[in-house]
C-alpha cells in the first residue's frame, strides 16, 4: 500500500493519475482482468466522498497488463475548493484477494485560469 501525498492537481482542468500494480514477489505486473477498482476523493476527517469512482462508470480504465488510468473530468475537478484531501483506492483481484492500494492526500490547488 502506498500512503503519503499524491503530487498536487488542479481544480480547473481534468485529473489523470495512472497506477501500476506489481505483484512483490514475482516483481511482475498483476493480471487486472476481472478486478474491481475504486476510489475517492473526500474532505479530511469526513466519511462521505465528494467524488467517487471506479471500473464499473469508467473512471478508471485499464490500458495494459497491470496498469490502469484514473480520471476525472475538469466539471468533477472544479466541485473541489483548494486544499488537501483524503484519497483512497481498493483493488479486488478476480480470485476476491483485497488491496488497499492507496490512502493518502491529494493537494488540488486554485489553477487561476481555465482553457475555454
Same mark, same amino acid.
Given at each position: 500500500?502506498?500512503?503519503?501525498? /499524491?503530487?498536487?492537481?488542479?481544480?480547473?482542468?481534468?485529473?489523470?493519475?495512472?497506477?501500476?500494480?506489481?505483484?512483490?514477489?514475482?516483481?511482475?505486473?498483476?493480471? /487486472?482482468?476481472?478486478?474491481?477498482?475504486?476510489?475517492?476523493?473526500?474532505?479530511?476527517?469526513?466519511?462521505?466522498?465528494?467524488?467517487?469512482?471506479?471500473?464499473?462508470?469508467?473512471?478508471?480504465?485499464?490500458?495494459?497488463?497491470?496498469?490502469?488510468?484514473?480520471?476525472?473530468?475538469?466539471?468533477?475537478?472544479?466541485?473541489?475548493?483548494?486544499?488537501?484531501?483524503?484519497?483512497?483506492?481498493?483493488?479486488?483481484?478476480?480470485?476476491?484477494?483485497?488491496?488497499? /492500494?492507496?490512502?493518502?492526500?491529494?493537494?488540488?490547488?486554485?489553477?487561476?485560469?481555465?482553457?475555454?
Amino acid at each position: 500500500m502506498y500512503t503519503g501525498s /499524491l503530487a498536487a492537481t488542479s481544480n480547473k482542468i481534468r485529473w489523470k493519475y495512472t497506477v501500476e500494480v506489481i505483484d512483490p514477489i514475482t516483481d511482475t505486473d498483476v493480471d /487486472l482482468i476481472g478486478s474491481t477498482i475504486v476510489f475517492g476523493i473526500r474532505d479530511f476527517g469526513q466519511q462521505q466522498c465528494r467524488l467517487t469512482g471506479s471500473l464499473a462508470d469508467a473512471h478508471a480504465v485499464l490500458t495494459t497488463t497491470g496498469k490502469f488510468d484514473v480520471t476525472f473530468t475538469r466539471s468533477e475537478m472544479q466541485q473541489l475548493p483548494a486544499g488537501s484531501y483524503d484519497f483512497g483506492m481498493v483493488l479486488r483481484l478476480a480470485n476476491g484477494e483485497e488491496h488497499q /492500494l492507496f490512502a493518502g492526500s491529494l493537494p488540488v490547488v486554485d489553477g487561476v485560469v481555465e482553457n475555454p
